[in-house]
């Protein structure tokens, strides 16, 4: 009875807990695939879950920062989604491959085709963006999403440092250091490491041509101290059992 008790409780604790955390999971966000360094280009996901039970999420509009334009958005193809690219006028011009940008992308506006997102599924919609600005740590998207009972939920609250996430919070995407060769690498730089890439690959082909003796030597002496120690036995057996047959 103990045990049944416990386990009912348990099982409630449970439920309890994935009700509660039910919510933090089920909002838009963003993130990348691999890293989003600054002044680089990168590829992210924006995640798209429905957690309504009575309606599939129908559409899914994603803001593009005013404050920190990117002159290039390039969302990837997803079957049963129509994909819309708005763009507009920059009041301040982009340079980008030594080129002047005097509009950047908006927003982007997917549109189911068919059923959309079903109940416990979600969906990502990929986009290639970039130039990434180098003059901040972080970059918001405000989404909105549509569900096939036209109901709207816009995630546009700004998460603040030091302060509990907001009830619909905005997808936030994190840039990382900008890396060294993020504008391209040199010459010399590509030769050198291609010499230490030679380097490895050749330590790695001696290491990997030394392993086979040394695992056969290795093992010859296990199996020798194992026949060792299993003759030992034998020979104890054996004079254990001489004894036993004398005592009789």
């Given amino acids: 009875m103990k045990a049944s008790r416990i386990a009912a409780v348990g099982a409630l604790a ?8 039910g919510p933090a999971f089920a909002h838009v966000s ?15 996901n924006f995640k798209v879950p429905n957690e309504r039970d009575d ?17 290039s958005a390039q969302p990837e193809a997803v079957p049963g989604w129509k994909i819309k690219v708005t763009k507009a006028k920059l009041d301040k011009p982009l340079e980008l491959h030594g080129e002047q940008i005097d509009e950047a992308v908006s927003k982007i506006t997917w549109t189911a085709t068919g059923d ?9 919609f990929p986009v290639s963006i970039g130039q990434l600005p180098e003059n901040t740590d972080e970059l918001v998207f405000k989404a909105i999403q549509t569900y096939s009972n036209k109901d ?48 490895d690959a050749e330590a790695a082909s001696k290491e990997t041509a030394a392993a086979p003796a040394d695992s056969s030597d290795t093992t010859a002496r296990v199996l020798a101290v194992v026949g060792i120690v299993v003759g030992a036995a034998g020979v104890a057996y054996g004079v254990l059992a001489g004894r036993r047959r004398t005592t009789a």
């Fill in 30 to 44: 963003v993130a990348a695939e691999g890293t989003a360094a600054k002044g680089g280009y990168a590829t992210v």
């Fill in 116 to 124: 959309g997102i079903a109940t416990g599924f979600f969906q990502k």
């Fill in 55 to 71: 309606a599939t999420t129908t559409k899914l509009e994603v803001n593009f920062p005013t404050d920190h334009p990117l002159a």
């Fill in 152 to 199: 709207v939920v816009r995630w546009i609250e700004v998460p603040q440092e030091g302060q509990d996430e907001p009830e619909n919070p905005a997808p936030v995407l994190a840039l990382s250091a900008a890396s060294d060769d993020h504008h391209g690498s040199s010459g010399a730089s590509n030769a050198s490491d291609d010499s230490k890439n030679a380097d």
């Fill in 14 to 21: 449970g439920s309890a807990v994935l009700l509660l955390s």
